[in-house]
């Protein structure tokens, strides 16, 4: 079993930033991938961005390209997502979840477990 908590989200001005933070806990091996999704007040979950837990590689959806970078700490079982240049666009509940593979994937069915998501609201 993998846990997951979400931290950081609140309300933010557009164009300010915000950093996401997943702490994942349970059997977490080197080789998961972590991903990041969201969901807006009646919309379907999008994907946003994932991250190769040992190798680094990562994949965003071009909404947030250039906006939005994913990081991890390996030592801490950490995966967080930085947001820059946030739009009211952006805002939505977030979600960290774990996929266990090594192979990055855009889709949320491709993921075993997730967290219970964190708000982020962003005002023009």
């Known amino acids: 079993q993998v846990q997951l908590v979400e931290s950081g989200g609140g309300l933010v001005q557009a164009g300010g930033s915000l950093r996401l933070s997943c702490a994942a806990s349970?059997?977490?091996?080197?080789?998961?991938?972590m991903g990041w999704f969201r969901q807006a007040p009646g919309k379907e979950r999008e994907f946003v961005g994932t991250i190769s837990w040992s190798g680094g590689s990562t994949n965003y959806a071009d909404s947030v390209k250039g906006r939005f970078t994913i990081s991890r700490d390996m030592a801490k079982n950490m995966v967080y997502l930085q947001m820059n240049s946030l739009k009211p666009e952006d805002t939505a509940v977030y979600y960290c979840?774990?996929?266990?593979?090594?192979?990055?994937?855009?889709?949320?069915?491709?993921?075993?477990?997730w967290g219970q998501g964190t708000q982020v609201t962003v005002s023009s």
């Open positions: 349970g059997r977490i091996f080197l080789s998961y991938v």
């Open positions: 979840a774990v996929r266990q593979s090594r192979v990055i994937a855009d889709v949320g069915t491709a993921y075993d477990y």
